[in-house]
């Protein structure tokens, strides 16, 4: 409730509305409302992550050849669900995505939608990978627009940076970057 206000005109209460205006102010009043409508019709979202994964077990499975059809196939199931895949790299043991989310997807779907597809895709078309699977887990990290080529960068040079260290420690840096609570259990689980 306004400073002198009743509970009927509380600027809290859709109905209010002053009880004296004059008719130009009643015109722009209605004006403002207009323009308010026009401006909030849509919903601008910026919901950008650097999503990891890896295979069950952390196995090297994920070859040169399964790397060369794979990276493209999880930009096309982004895709076709209404997300961008901004960049998809990683190693023999997991992989890296860079994802704009529409408003309603949370990561949580996208890495399922992402996951299964793919599993789904490797063993129809890959038949000697029969038992192929991702870890149950991953990590979503929310990046701003100013870290989009930063990341781009480092998730094309993923076989430059496993020289130097593990995914382990990789998703270890990320979680404290983040500072993400975890229990290592859950982690190499």
């Known amino acids: 409730m306004s400073p002198g206000g009743t509970e009927e005109n509380s600027p809290g209460r859709k109905s209010w509305e002053p009880k004296e205006k004059t008719i130009a102010q009643s015109r722009q009043g209605r004006q403002n409302h207009i323009f308010m409508e026009i401006a909030m019709a849509h919903s601008f979202i910026s919901s950008l992550f ?12 994920i070859n040169a050849e399964l790397q060369e059809r794979l990276w493209p196939y999880l930009g096309g199931i982004a895709r076709s669900n209404d997300m961008k895949a901004l960049a998809v790299g990683g190693v023999e043991d997991h992989v890296h995505l860079l994802l704009s989310l529409p408003s309603m997807l949370a990561p949580a779907k996208a890495m399922q939608l992402i996951k299964a597809n793919s599993t789904k895709w490797i063993h129809e078309t890959y038949r000697d990978q029969a038992a192929f699977c991702w870890q149950e887990g991953y990590g979503a990290f929310s990046i701003g627009k100013s870290q989009v080529d930063p990341t781009i960068v480092y998730i094309r040079t993923q076989a430059e940076h496993h020289r130097k260290n593990s995914f382990q420690e990789e998703f270890l840096a990320f979680l404290k970057k983040h500072e993400i609570d975890y229990d290592p259990r859950y982690v190499w689980g």
């Open 50 to 61: 650097h999503c990891v994964f890896s295979t069950k077990d952390r196995r090297k499975i």
